[in-house]
Nanobody, 117 residues
Framework: QVQFVESGGGLVQPGGSLRLSCVVS????????MGWYRQAPGKQRELVGS???????TYGGSVKGRFTISRDNAKNTVYLQMNSLKPEDTAFYYC???????????WGQGTQVTVSS
């Protein structure tokens, strides 16, 4: 059974940083493309960025240059480093396996990020 366990969220002031982690089980992680998503209150879940099994990354326009995705295959973990955070980054953040550019597995519980002064 595939499982995603996200952590690292919290309350941070504008301009601050957070590093999110997602531990993955139930799949061959090293061969999987992974995505980070977020869902703000009243909005649809959106793809923040992705990382292929080879480590190639892509980012949404609103986070490009501020967020960085990385992975540690030995730990079955994908990371989201978030810098220069803005109030509009406030959301629940989730990871998922990607196939054809879309999430394919059941969602984890997510981790909440709140950017506020």
């Amino acid at each position: 059974q595939v499982q995603f366990v996200e952590s690292g969220g919290g309350l941070v002031q504008p301009g601050g940083s957070l590093r999110l982690s997602c531990v993955v089980s139930g799949i061959i992680f090293s061969g999987a493309s992974m995505g980070w998503y977020r869902q703000a209150p009243g909005k649809q879940r959106e793809l923040v960025g992705s990382i292929t099994s080879y480590g190639s990354t892509t980012y949404g326009g609103s986070v490009k240059g501020r967020f960085t995705i990385s992975r540690d295959n030995a730990k079955n973990t994908v990371y989201l480093q978030m810098n220069s955070l803005k109030p509009e980054d406030t959301a629940f953040y989730y990871c998922n396996r990607l196939r054809g550019g879309a999430a394919v597995d059941r969602w984890g519980q997510g981790t909440q990020v709140t950017v506020s002064s």
